[in-house]
């Protein structure tokens, strides 16, 4: 197997801690990519073809040169640029994140820093989700420790170049890792997409051109300034360069986050974390977190790379994989998932708002033996209501299972149809309470 | 009156890195909540007050976040998930089993208000599912027996004080 360039020294006791990063050759990308131009930083990350790790896939260097070079207000007063890192990893099925907070949240300093000397930021911060809150401490731990070296601060490094991070948390909600929800979030503000254009790079932050990054994607550009370009671009595909960090989770043997050349395929992805639990059939697999679209078990001989994935018609997303076997039911996965974007649906749009309490409450119908055949056909009716209709993709994503699953499993729904029942339950099994209340005290 | 002198300093300190007073915000709901345990209206209008905004701001943000308990929770706020992954590894049976030894349906808490009983969405921690949040701290990899060996605990913890 490849060499692995972020997680090399996972599990390695005080991972996290300055000392041991700097140990490991860490922050000397930061000091290499000081002596090279902010434009040579950008086409040196163009040339690794490093895209987002967030969910688009968009190449970063691009991203990065998007960036205003001397943003001025209306006045002619230069305007600050700033630097987000998206850590609200809230995507079901994804929890790479949490791991690089945990043991490698120098790396990700580091990789914020370059980014913040290529595009000329003076402050960066890193939006963390609420629920992570032994990680903000850990990472509000090395950003004191990064300052303190002389790494953040006024003078980075000693240069004449100010950049400092502030760690800022959220309060739940998934929709808060949507960009423009974040920086709406950032600014104290309810977690609510906002209308593009303007772009982040225009209007972001506090009214300021803005570059928003995932956690990964930033922990990737050390090793390619310390190691060039040409190394990470080797790995990968023509189009998209490196490893990267596969969330495995569900029915497999071992599950966990595992670093891979970005294009192994879905069965080598399966097969090297032990296949599937207990030597079971594989069912259907869920490529990239939650809003990817499944595939079905004859459909896992394609490479995970962005556009693999895209041509097979579901996306690499997040990283996240899911495993789902035999034993499990199909519609009730797609109704947990549906179930999960009804409550986290912003409100704004009333097509997402309202097609995502539908199609939970069809879902879950039709797995309790109460559907239609009317119903099957009515889910594509309303999932084109939604998908491209709206301020913000997470419409687009609910339509990810919906579709799909009714698509790839029909019979399955239609024996639920048909039977009155779930075919997959014991006669006399009672759905659990909490599907039926919804109920949660923070209402 | 939630915000004391050290909120007060912390939230100053956050000063130079959030150019607004709206920014200051979720932070401070954190803060207050940290120390009271929950967000009441009262609160908010503490936050309105402290920050100078209107107090409507308050009141849509600390509504539009989950994490903001607007009722006032149990000592140990049990937070289940139930999304995708858990649910594959088993959190249903779980959260059964917890319903049942504490006697209260999800969403409620127990009458001693000593429980809170949440289920929650992905938790970031699918690859040691099932998992469950108590307070600020994750349990992973969870089956029926250390979930019984943690809950053990807790009320040890809970008698101890
Ligand atoms: C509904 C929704 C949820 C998202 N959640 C996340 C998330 O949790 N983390 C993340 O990095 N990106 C998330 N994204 C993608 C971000 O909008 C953005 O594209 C990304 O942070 C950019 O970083 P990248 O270019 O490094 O991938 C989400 C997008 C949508 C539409
Ligand atoms: S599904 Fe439970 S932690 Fe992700």
Redesign the interface.
């Known amino acids: 197997m490849a060499e692995k360039l972020l997680t090399r020294y996972n599990d390695t006791p005080g991972s996290h801690t300055l000392n041991f990063y700097r140990s490991v050759n860490g922050y000397q990308a930061l000091e290499k990519a000081l002596g090279m131009t902010a434009d040579a930083v950008i086409d040196e990350v163009k040339k690794s073809n490093l895209r987002g790790r967030g969910g688009a896939g968009f190449p970063t260097g691009m991203k990065w040169s998007f960036m205003p070079k001397a943003p001025v207000d209306a006045n002619g007063v230069a305007k600050p640029k700033y630097l987000v890192c998206n850590a609200d990893e809230g995507e079901p099925g994804t929890f790479k994140d949490r791991l690089l907070l945990t043991q490698h949240p120098h790396m990700l300093i580091e990789g914020m820093i370059i980014a913040g000397h290529a595009i000329g930021a003076s402050r960066g911060y890193i939006y963390v989700r609420g629920e992570f809150v032994r990680e903000t401490q850990r990472l509000e731990a090395a950003v004191a420790e990064a300052r303190a070296a002389g790494y953040l601060g006024s003078q980075v490094m000693g240069r004449p170049w100010s950049f400092d991070i502030c760690v800022y948390r959220g309060a739940g909600a998934y929709i808060c890792g949507e960009e423009t929800a974040l920086l709406n979030s950032l600014e104290g503000k309810r977690g609510e997409p906002r209308l593009k254009p303007p772009f982040p790079a225009q209007v972001g932050a506090f009214g300021m051109p803005t570059c928003v990054n995932n956690v990964e994607t930033f922990c990737a550009v050390p090793t390619i300034i310390t190691d060039g370009a040409a190394k990470f671009a080797a790995i990968g595909t023509e189009r998209s360069g490196g490893t990267r960090l596969f969330c495995v989770s569900g029915h497999i043997e071992k599950p966990g986050v595992y670093e891979l050349p970005i294009n192994i395929t879905l069965r080598d992805l399966i097969a090297h974390c032990g296949g599937v639990r207990g030597g079971r059939k594989l069912k259907a697999v869920i490529p990239g977190g939650a809003s990817a679209p499944m595939l079905s078990a004859e459909e896992i001989d394609v490479a995970m790379d962005f556009d693999s994935l895209a041509k097979a018609g579901t996306m690499a997303g997040s990283g996240g994989v899911i495993v789902i076997d035999e034993t499990a039911c199909i519609v009730e996965v797609a109704a947990r998932l549906l179930k999960f974007y009804e409550h986290e649906s912003c409100g704004q749009c009333s097509q997402c708002r309202e097609g995502s309490h539908w199609l939970a409450r069809m879902f879950q119908r039709i797995e309790e033996g109460g559907g239609t055949d009317a119903d099957l056909d009515m889910i594509a009716g309303i999932c084109s209501n939604m998908a491209g209709q709206t301020i913000c993709a997470f419409a687009d994503a609910v339509t990810g299972p919906a579709l799909s699953s009714v698509r790839k499993f029909r019979a399955e729904f239609e024996a639920h149809v048909r039977q009155g029942c779930c075919p997959l339950k014991p006669a006399d099994y009672v759905p659990s309470a909490h599907i039926k209340h919804h109920a949660s005290a923070r209402l | 009156m939630i915000i004391d002198q050290e909120i007060s300093q912390r939230i100053d300190a ?1 000063r130079t ?11 401070l ?2 803060e207050m909540q940290a120390k009271a345990g929950w967000i009441s209206r009262e609160a908010m209008a503490e936050a309105a007050q402290f920050l100078k905004i209107p107090l409507a ?1 308050v009141v ?2 600390a509504t ?8 006032p ?1 149990g000592k140990k706020h049990l937070q289940i998930c ?4 858990c ?3 088993g959190s ?1 049976h779980l ?2 089993c917890l ?1 049942k030894r504490l006697g209260i ?5 127990t009458a001693d208000g000593q429980y ?14 099932p998992v469950m ?1 108590v307070n ?3 349990h992973e990899n969870l089956d029926e027996s250390s979930l019984e060996g943690l809950m053990n605990r807790l009320d040890q913890e809970l008698k101890n004080g």
């Open positions: 956050l890195h959030l150019p607004t007073e709206q920014a200051l915000l979720l932070p709901l954190h701001r849509e943000v539009f976040y989950t994490m903001y308990n607007k009722a929770i139930t999304n995708v992954t649910f594959l590894r249903d959260l059964a319903e349906h999800c969403g409620e808490t809170t009983l949440s289920e929650v969405e992905c938790l970031a921690a699918c690859g040691t599912a949040q600020d701290d994750y």
